[in-house]
């Protein structure tokens, strides 16, 4: 196994180990030796710890290219590694050369002599500059078998500028940056949801079992989308049987490049209609993503955006179908853009389908929640309430519905608590508990609701909205507590009950929650999963987005998945 330095054998083996997660690999090497034998290994240049010990040094070393990425819309050189490594397995045998400049093209497989300076480079070692590059032969790296989860106490640094692959199956679970940098996380087990959604999330497992992937490039919102092909951009929850690429390491997170094409399986299939919950009624709530029709201030920036934009909401409307709908971010300008919607949806569902809700207190935010209607399948109680305690920054709206023909009410209290973003006036301590920026604001928010309930004595309450609260949140429990039942909890299935995605994690920010009799009524929920789960370049916007892809579906047609919900309510006489 171990091999004097500068003697490089025709055919060789070794091992390349990651203590409790890296099986064992051969690398078989072939041709003609270099005429100038190396001055170091590549090991000596890697050293045991996180950075070279030989920084600042010229050395001479040699390997077997695996990974070619010197294009310039690359990054601008090529990983190479020693076809003979050593026997302490703390030590990485592989390298990266910054060749941008050298005259000399390499492809993979090519074996080569490097001469450059030893340098780290944001945490990653590498030969820069390189002076002299001697393609020499041909040889095979046969990659190292990496299983995630990495064991506890260990980190991929071993393995840094290595060829290794990762079985699978192996579940997609961020695409934000698919579309700006060509990078997706994946991870072993399923996708990650947040450590207050749920219970029995481990954070430090979570980030033991998943991996950034990169693109090989430095191209910034590409006109062709890494990973994409057929049947489309990948959702979240598909899975690849497996990756190969070259371990690296830059901004922060071991990352790896591709030297195989990823395809990922569609094991997270679209839904093309929500799934059933039955019901005498439906009701639904929608986060629209900021629905304006003041073009450039939020939402759309012009007038063919602002149009793709509604498209899509109508398109989420329509396969929602729901007698009542709860909206949030919807521009508070009076009943302009809620009008616009309507009017657009009933272009599509047929003249009078729906009706807008007058909001008698909207606040002074730019955005508001409101409600729209099927006049013929249910009809409002009295007149639209709100509160005027400064507590709320979007004031609720509150709405009694019965079925059309009579029977009992029911109570809408349509909801935006306060986001989790830290603004400059977020107190500090709201950052320590591990639930977001005012995380004590939304608690208020969700008594306050609990006393409209009291105070007004709306029968059989449903609280719905985008809480910007997990479910195993402080809020989440105020309401919990007095006996509001979160229907997504009781009707969802634990990893189906997620509505949104931040930081590479899902979770349900989006919640209705029934009180009083109500809560027996209900006879289904579910959350259709068009937004969440899709990748952002699927949306309305045209700036970076792949002209191409635009559709005009559900399909991103917001950040948070719609929730739907059944209720069985007894008609006139019931």
């Excluded at 990495?150 to 991929?156: D, W």
């Excluded at 059933?276 to 900021?290: D, E, F, I, Q």
């Excluded at 952002?536 to 998945?561: K, M, Q, V, W």
Aim: net charge negative; with cysteine.
């Amino acid at each position: 196994m171990l091999v004097a330095a500068g003697l490089l054998p025709a055919v060789a083996t070794a091992v390349s180990t990651l203590p409790g997660s890296a099986e064992t690999g051969t690398v078989v090497t072939a041709g003609d030796s270099c005429t100038v034998p190396p001055d170091r290994r590549i090991a000596e240049v890697q050293g045991s710890g996180t950075a070279s010990p030989l920084v600042g040094q010229t050395v001479r070393v040699e390997g077997v290219v695996t990974g070619d990425f010197q294009r310039p819309d690359q990054l601008g050189g090529f990983y190479f590694q020693d076809p003979a490594p050593d026997a302490d397995p703390a030590t990485s045998d592989g390298l990266f050369a910054l060749a941008r400049e050298s005259a000399t093209d390499v492809r993979a497989g090519d074996r080569v002599l490097v001469t450059g300076r030893v340098a780290e480079f944001d945490g990653l070692t590498e030969l820069s500059p390189v002076t002299a590059v001697e393609v020499c032969g041909t040889g095979t790296v046969r990659p190292a078998r990496v299983v995630l989860p990495r064991a506890a106490g260990t980190t991929f640094e071993p393995l840094e500028n290595m060829l290794v692959t990762f079985p699978g199956p192996l579940t997609l679970t961020d695409h934000y940056d698919l579309g700006r940098y060509g990078e997706v996380t994946i991870a072993a087990g399923g996708r990650l949801f947040q450590p207050t959604d749920r219970e029995g999330v481990d954070p430090a497992l979570d980030a033991r079992r998943s991996l950034l992937v990169d693109d090989g490039s430095t191209v910034r919102n590409p006109a062709t989308i890494p990973y994409a092909g057929s049947p489309a951009v990948p959702r979240l929850g598909d899975t690849a049987p497996g990756i190969t690429g070259v371990l690296s390491y830059g901004f922060d997170a071991y990352r790896l490049e591709p030297t195989q094409e990823i395809r990922f399986a569609r094991t997270n299939p679209r839904l093309s209609a929500p799934l059933p919950v039955g019901g005498t009624v439906r009701v639904a709530s929608l986060n629209t993503l900021n629905w304006f029709t003041t073009l450039g201030s939020r939402g759309a920036a012009t007038a063919l955006e602002q149009r793709r934009q509604l498209a899509k909401i109508v398109a989420t409307l329509q396969g929602l179908d729901a007698d009542v709908v709860g909206l949030m971010e919807v521009e508070n300008n009076g009943l302009t853009a809620l009008q616009a919607l309507v009017d657009a949806l009933n272009a599509k569902a047929g003249a009078g389908t729906y009706e807008a809700l007058v909001h008698p207190h909207p606040g002074g935010d730019a955005i508001h929640v409101a409600a729209i209607y099927k006049p013929a399948r249910v009809t409002p109680v009295g007149a639209a309430r709100s509160s005027t305690d400064p507590v709320f920054r979007r004031p609720p709206l509150i709405q009694e519905f019965r079925r059309a023909g009579g029977g009992p009410p029911f109570t809408l209290v349509v909801n935006h608590f306060k986001s989790k973003g830290c603004d400059a006036d977020a107190p500090a301590p709201d950052q320590e508990h591990g639930q977001g920026c005012y995380n004590d604001e939304r608690v208020r928010q969700a008594r306050a609701v609990l006393g409209l309930i009291e105070s007004m004595d709306l029968p059989d309450p449903l609280v719905i909205g985008d809480l910007n609260a997990y479910g195993e949140e402080d809020p989440i429990h105020t309401l919990e507590q007095s006996g509001l039942v979160s229907l997504t909890k009781r009707f969802v299935p634990e990893p189906s009950r997620y509505s949104f995605l931040f930081g590479g994690r899902s979770g349900e920010l989006d919640h209705a929650l029934a009180g009083g009799e109500l809560a027996s009524r209900v006879t289904g929920a579910t959350i259709w999963h068009v937004n969440s789960d899709e990748s952002r370049i699927l949306d309305y916007t045209t700036e970076f987005n792949p002209p191409g892809l635009y559709r005009p579906d559900a399909f991103r047609s917001s950040d948070h998945d719609p929730l739907l919900v059944g209720l069985n309510l007894p008609g006139g006489g019931g």
